[in-house]
């Protein structure tokens, strides 16, 4: 039979259709494309204020926009910026053409459903059914806690959202066959409060000060804030990483959606 890393352009009348482009031999060149009047995908991100963990996520926002050739626009306000100025930027960006997609991220809130759409995606690229499954949601912001409680229902689950004021915290956390942690609380459940097997997955991201890194701060989450990770470690069948978990995943979902 003929080779298949042939690059001979003879053809015969009795051979076979070629391969898929992803078959061809790499010596073969690519077959040229039709010329298109798509535009570049373009994402941005305004800022109000310094939080550190927003600076982070920006930052891997736009590295991941690098790599899949979507052009970023970062606008950085003060925190004292005033509503009129910051509504004017806004629309500055509505109005620029190259512009596709916007986040505002501010001093205390994170508007954006694109980290429960991570929660979610993480899950189910991990091959954890979540159908029926009796999930517990500790926190309710409206940021992240509401709305992924709001999917996970979509999605036939039953849910239990566990907050400042639940009483017996751990007999509820306990009984969890998934525990997606997003309250902000130092340590607030340990290893024992876990069901062993249950999938755990980190939503915060915290920053405290370290003069031994170049930025002045390191990030640490949930799995080191809210979890205790070393003795969750013991019992969890899946457990997110800190940096590494969900914040990746919710920058995918955003050039997803962009």
């Given at each position: 039979?003929?080779?298949?890393?042939?690059?001979?352009?003879?053809?015969?009348?009795?051979?076979?259709?070629?391969?898929?482009?992803?078959?061809?031999?790499?010596?073969?060149?690519?077959?040229?494309?039709?010329?298109t009047?798509?535009?570049?995908?373009?994402?941005?991100?305004?800022?109000?204020?310094?939080?550190?963990?927003?600076?982070?996520?920006?930052?891997?926002?736009?590295?991941?926009?690098?790599?899949?050739?979507?052009?970023?626009?970062?606008?950085?306000?003060p925190?004292?910026?005033?509503?009129?100025?910051?509504?004017?930027?806004?629309?500055?960006?509505?109005?620029?053409?190259?512009?596709?997609?916007?986040?505002?991220?501010?001093?205390?809130?994170?508007?954006?459903?694109?980290?429960?759409?991570?929660?979610?995606?993480?899950?189910?690229?991990?091959?954890?059914?979540?159908?029926?499954?009796?999930?517990?949601?500790?926190?309710?912001?409206?940021?992240?806690?509401?709305?992924?409680s709001?999917?996970?229902?979509?999605?036939?689950?039953?849910?239990?959202?566990?907050?400042?004021?639940?009483?017996?915290?751990?007999?509820?956390?306990?009984?969890?066959?998934?525990?997606?942690?997003?309250?902000?609380?130092?340590?607030?459940?340990?290893?024992?409060?876990?069901?062993?097997g249950?999938?755990?997955i980190?939503?915060g991201t915290?920053?405290?000060?370290?003069?031994?890194?170049?930025?002045?701060?390191?990030?640490?989450?949930?799995?080191?804030?809210?979890?205790?990770?070393?003795?969750?470690?013991?019992?969890?069948?899946?457990?997110?990483?800190?940096?590494?978990?969900?914040?990746?995943?919710?920058?995918?979902?955003?050039?997803?959606?962009?």
């Amino acid at each position: 039979s003929p080779s298949r890393t042939t690059t001979t352009a003879h053809s015969h009348t009795a051979a076979p259709p070629p391969p898929p482009p992803q078959q061809y031999p790499t010596a073969a060149p690519a077959p040229p494309r039709p010329s298109t009047n798509l535009e570049v995908p373009g994402l941005a991100v305004v800022i109000v204020g310094k939080r550190k963990d927003s600076q982070s996520y920006v930052t891997m926002k736009r590295q991941a926009c690098a790599e899949v050739g979507i052009k970023s626009f970062d606008l950085d306000l003060p925190e004292d910026v005033s509503e009129s100025e910051l509504i004017c930027k806004v629309h500055e960006l509505n109005a620029n053409p190259d512009v596709h997609g916007c986040i505002l991220k501010e001093i205390k809130f994170f508007f954006s459903s694109f980290i429960e759409q991570g929660c979610i995606e993480l899950l189910s690229r991990s091959g954890i059914s979540i159908k029926g499954e009796n999930v517990v949601v500790v926190g309710r912001s409206n940021t992240v806690g509401l709305p992924v409680s709001l999917l996970l229902l979509k999605d036939d689950t039953s849910v239990t959202v566990v907050h400042s004021r639940t009483k017996e915290p751990e007999s509820i956390i306990r009984q969890a066959d998934i525990i997606i942690a997003a309250a902000g609380q130092a340590m607030m459940i340990k290893g024992s409060w876990i069901k062993p097997g249950a999938a755990v997955i980190d939503v915060g991201t915290n920053a405290v000060d370290d003069s031994s890194k170049k930025s002045g701060y390191r990030l640490v989450g949930c799995i080191t804030e809210d979890v205790d990770f070393h003795e969750a470690c013991k019992v969890a069948g899946w457990i997110t990483p800190v940096p590494g978990g969900v914040g990746p995943m919710t920058v995918a979902m955003l050039l997803k959606n962009t």
